[in-house]
Nanobody
Framework: QVQLVESGGGLVQAGDSLTLSCVDSARTGSTYATGWFRRAPGKDRGLLAGISWNCETTYYADSVKGRITISCAQAKKTVNMQMKVLKAENTAVYYC??????????????????WGQGTQVTVSA
């Protein structure tokens, strides 16, 4: 059973940086890609960044390019997302998810078959 667990969220101040981690405790050798999503209050869940199973291909939404870096460590079954210069409007629940049928950077949430429980990030102005 695949289980994704996010960590690293919390309360930060505007301008701070934060790194979120996503660990897949049961990852197998099957091909997949991982995405980080954000759901702000009153808004839909949207893709921020994605990375391929071998950590070689990355994707960034235009709105976050230059402020977010996604990386992974295959051996540790971990995908990290570093966020810089956080703003109050970045307050949201952040989720990681895996897709075994979609592609790296797919924005379609229905293509992701495994989701973490989410981690709350609150940015104070």
């Amino acid at each position: 059973q695949v289980q994704l667990v996010e960590s690293g969220g919390g309360l930060v101040q505007a301008g701070d940086s934060l790194t979120l981690s996503c660990v897949d405790s049961a990852r197998t050798g099957s091909t997949y890609a991982t995405g980080w999503f954000r759901r702000a209050p009153g808004k839909d869940r949207g893709l921020l960044a994605g990375i391929s199973w071998n950590c070689e291909t990355t994707y960034y939404a235009d709105s976050v390019k230059g402020r977010i870096t996604i990386s992974c460590a295959q051996a540790k079954k971990t995908v990290n997302m570093q966020m810089k210069v956080l703003k109050a409007e970045n307050t949201a629940v952040y989720y990681c998810a895996e897709t075994h049928a979609g592609y790296t950077g797919s924005p379609h949430t229905e293509e992701y078959d495994n989701w973490g429980q989410g981690t709350q990030v609150t940015v104070s102005a």
